[in-house]
């Protein structure tokens, strides 16, 4: 049992020192890259039809994690279309779905369906690869607002949640929470999704008073 726990612990180190993104290095890139951020937040959510909520996040240029709901019609809710980790863009062939895949994974598995539902093809994934590449950034979702993942620390990630306009006074207060999130300038929230392991707080989201 013991040697079970410190090859536990072990991993847990590994994990944790890969991938060492910091706030320093969030803050300093999307000052560096501020407008073309914005101008990559303005056409995904131009892409995205309307009431279609899709969640992006490329592992290489060609495999990508890919959650996709669509409105359901008369009604201002949505529901899952599509999801699917690990799909290679190349290379990928979906198997005959049960109804209780199709009520839990997503009402349907074909990339060629989901590209006529969003009117994308395959020049759209690149580009938008293309466009997260040259912010330093790996996923983007759509939604009330717009978020951009930037990197791993450890199992979570850092990202960037863009408002469509600047935050007042009382919204910085609420979207920081001394944890997980931090109002950062404008209309630009900083944000930690800690990932498969649990929920924890980020020592460098706590504000000094």
Do not use: H
Not at 185 to 199: P, T
Request: glycine content about 6%.
């Amino acid at each position: 049992m013991k040697e079970q726990n410190i090859l536990i612990l072990t991993i847990l180190l590994f994990i944790t020192s890969c991938g060492m993104k910091s706030k320093q290095d969030l803050t300093e890139n999307y000052d560096k890259n501020k407008s073309e951020i914005i101008k990559l937040k303005n056409y995904f959510n131009e892409i995205v039809p309307k009431g279609f909520i899709v969640s992006i996040r490329y592992e290489s240029s060609d495999e990508i994690n890919l959650f996709v709901y669509e409105p359901i019609e008369n009604s201002e809710k949505s529901e899952l279309l599509f999801q699917q980790w690990n799909l290679n863009l190349d290379n990928y062939e979906p198997k005959a779905q049960t109804e209780y895949e199709k009520k839990y994974n997503g009402k349907t598995n074909s990339l060629e369906i989901l590209k006529q539902k969003l009117n994308w093809n395959d020049e759209t994934f690149a580009e938008l690869y293309n466009k997260l590449e040259n912010v330093n950034c790996i996923g983007i979702s759509n939604g009330n607002s717009t978020e951009i993942e930037y990197g791993f620390k450890g199992t979570g990630v850092f990202s960037y949640e863009i408002f469509d306009k600047n935050l007042s006074k009382e919204l910085q207060e609420k979207y920081s929470d001394d944890c997980s999130q931090m109002f950062y300038k404008d209309n630009i929230v900083l944000k930690y999704g800690s990932g498969a392991i649990g929920s924890f707080c980020i020592p460098e989201f706590k504000r000094t008073k």
